[in-house]
T-cell receptor
Framework: EPEVTQTPSHQVTQMGQEVILRCVPISNHLYFYWYRQILGQKVEFLVSFYNNEISEKSEIFDDQFSVERPDGSNFTLKIRSTKLEDSAMYFC??????????????FGPGTRLTVL | SQQGEEDPQALSIQEGENATMNCSYKTSINNLQWYRQNSGRGLVHLILIRSNEREKHSGRLRVTLDTSKKSSSLLITASRAADTASYFCATDAAQGGKLIFGQGTELSVKP
């Protein structure tokens, strides 16, 4: 069964450093998302991406964040200058349809980001 | 903004019993989905119910949706120790495809 994959599974970085989180969505999906989950809290939407551009972003997704689909398979989230409060589990998701009636999103296993 | 809120926050049952979790939300939705998350792991999609559906089944899972009360329930029948996890409901936002998650219910099934 196709699945979303993410690398690395755990990333430790120093405050102020740049990190890139990588995702390979399900191959025939068209819509891609990043969410995050701070330890003990609920999952929060960051950004959605379709047709090589951002469709929607949350207040969390400020100028320090960017997303890219550099080739036909990868989808990346970059944090330019990490802060302590960026420590969280970051989930990538993909879905095949934009219309809300078919918005079954499949999630990857997550990347745990620890900022020291 | 719409928000899914589950109750109870934690539920502990014996293997073989049924587990019922509830979710409420605040605004109109297109779909409501339930996800499972094992401790520290990813989110596994369980079931999606559309706003024009009232009930849906998948194996031991039964989901109901009451749009007039803006609530949904997830029933797991004949629970197993392997069902121990956190369960989240997630609703579609009014525009676009983003999901809004609730706080989750932590289910513990004792063997």
């Amino acid at each position: 069964e196709p699945e979303v994959t993410q690398t690395p599974s755990h990333q430790v970085t120093q405050m102020g450093q740049e990190v890139i989180l990588r995702c390979v969505p399900i191959s025939n999906h068209l819509y891609f998302y990043w969410y995050r989950q701070i330890l003990g809290q609920k999952v929060e939407f960051l950004v959605s991406f379709y047709n090589n551009e951002i469709s929607e972003k949350s207040e969390i997704f400020d100028d320090q964040f960017s997303v890219e689909r550099p080739d036909g398979s990868n989808f990346t989230l970059k944090i330019r200058s990490t802060k302590l409060e960026d420590s969280a589990m970051y989930f990538c998701a993909s879905s095949g349809h934009w219309t809300s009636s078919y918005n079954e999103q499949f999630f990857g296993p997550g990347t745990r980001l620890t900022v020291l | 903004s719409q928000q899914g809120e589950e109750d109870p926050q934690a539920l502990s049952i014996q293997e073989g019993e049924n587990a019922t979790m509830n979710c409420s939300y605040k605004t109109s939705i297109n779909n409501l989905q339930w996800y499972r998350q094992n401790s520290g792991r990813g989110l596994v999609h369980l079931i999606l119910i559309r706003s024009n559906e009232r009930e849906k089944h998948s194996g031991r899972l039964r989901v109901t949706l009451d749009t007039s009360k803006k609530s949904s329930s997830l029933l797991i029948t004949a629970s197993r120790a392997a069902d121990t996890a956190s369960y989240f409901c997630a609703t579609d936002a009014a525009q676009g495809g983003k999901l809004i998650f609730g706080q989750g219910t932590e289910l513990s099934v004792k063997p």
